[in-house]
């Protein structure tokens, strides 16, 4: 069974990307992302830098053979909630609840989706796909760490570093019982793993209510790790990139506009997550699980992947230095407006990083 992120060719995917492309007004091209100087102006949105590095590191294929939560429209009992991965489309859907919220959440702080069918229809996508995609936002768990300087008078300082997990959003399905229906009607199991999943995907939902996690709120007013500022061009640009082009849209963007990173430490888990495809899968004996495709095999596809973003427009330029084997490149200001790229002052954006 075909997984909802993979459902189309790369053709297909051309296909929806150019016509949300031409719904925002740009020149509808299947590979290159243009800019039109007839365009009105977009207002910005912040992205939190935190989500940026997490969406960079985890999205992927699913490669688990544990059934996965994206497996349609089959679910087994053995499938887990929390899993290692994000589709890209799911975390396309991330970024744009970032902006949807951000304009139109409540005094309560909650943004709700009240027309699943408009809001899928903004990411090319289908309702039942759409509550997957929201379903994993709201499950997945990310590890924050923080270090916290406690300073008593007459006292040495306490240096206390603090590890919790976050979720990435607070998601609530609020569901539309039928006619005769009530609370009681629904068993345990319909509440939790698969079958909730099945139950979620198979009701009629009458809304959904989202607000991101406190860490990430507080990325958004500029603590933390920061922001940077797009517009709605985000969603478009990031839907017409391949998958590893993406991971490195949003790696990079997680940076200052000029940065450079060794091969070695680009490809590990806190940064673009590619060791195990070099490296290949090895057990805690040591035995090889899975053979790895090797060091030139992933180097070109990611240098493929930086040309690519070169492209369509978000990177300026781009270098790989063989003998010191050092990636740099430097990004524009055409998606992904970081404070040294713009003109108002940097408290005026919330970025002080």
Not at 173 to 188: A, P
Not at 225 to 241: E, K, M, R
Request: aromatic share 10%.
């Amino acid at each position: 069974m075909t997984k909802p992120d993979e459902k189309t060719s790369n053709t297909t995917q051309r296909t929806y990307t150019k016509d949300l492309l031409c719904s925002v007004s740009i020149a509808p091209a299947p590979t290159k992302y243009y800019e039109s100087k007839d365009k009105p102006e977009q207002p910005l949105s912040r992205q939190a830098r935190g989500y940026m590095k997490t969406t960079a590191s985890l999205v992927g294929k699913d490669t688990d053979e544990e059934r996965s939560l994206f497996d349609l429209p089959r679910f087994d009992n053995d499938t887990n909630a929390y899993k290692e991965t994000l589709s890209q489309n799911t975390a396309i859907t991330g970024y744009h609840l970032f902006a949807k919220w951000q304009r139109l959440k409540d005094e309560r702080g909650i943004y709700t989706i009240d027309n699943l069918k408009h809001f899928a229809d903004s990411l090319q996508t289908t309702p039942q796909e759409l509550k997957l995609y929201l379903i994993y936002l709201g499950g997945y768990q990310r590890p924050i760490t923080k270090l916290n300087i406690i300073k008593e008078k007459g006292k040495k300082e306490k240096r206390i570093l603090s590890i919790y997990h976050d979720k990435l959003f607070h998601i609530k399905f609020n569901i539309r019982l039928k006619d005769g229906e009530t609370e009681n009607d629904f068993t345990n199991d319909d509440r939790t793993g698969t079958r909730y999943l099945s139950f979620i995907r198979d009701r009629d939902i009458y809304s959904v209510e989202i607000s991101p996690s406190l860490s990430l709120q507080e990325e958004l007013q500029g603590k933390g790790l920061g922001n940077v500022l797009t517009d709605d061009d985000f969603v478009a640009f990031s839907l017409d990139l391949s998958e590893l082009a993406f991971k490195l849209f949003c790696y990079s963007g997680s940076h200052r506009p000029s940065f450079k990173i060794g091969f070695d430490k680009l490809i590990s888990p806190r940064h673009l997550n590619l060791e195990k495809q070099v490296y290949g899968v090895r057990n805690s004996t040591g035995k090889r699980l899975r053979a790895g495709k090797g060091k030139p095999r992933i180097l070109a596809r990611i240098r493929e992947a930086l040309q690519e973003l070169a492209d369509k427009g978000h990177l300026v330029s781009w270098a790989y230095n063989e003998e010191r084997d050092l990636f740099s490149w430097t990004y524009s200001n055409k998606i992904i407006k970081h404070k040294e790229l713009l003109t108002v002052k940097p408290e005026e954006t919330g970025q002080d990083k």
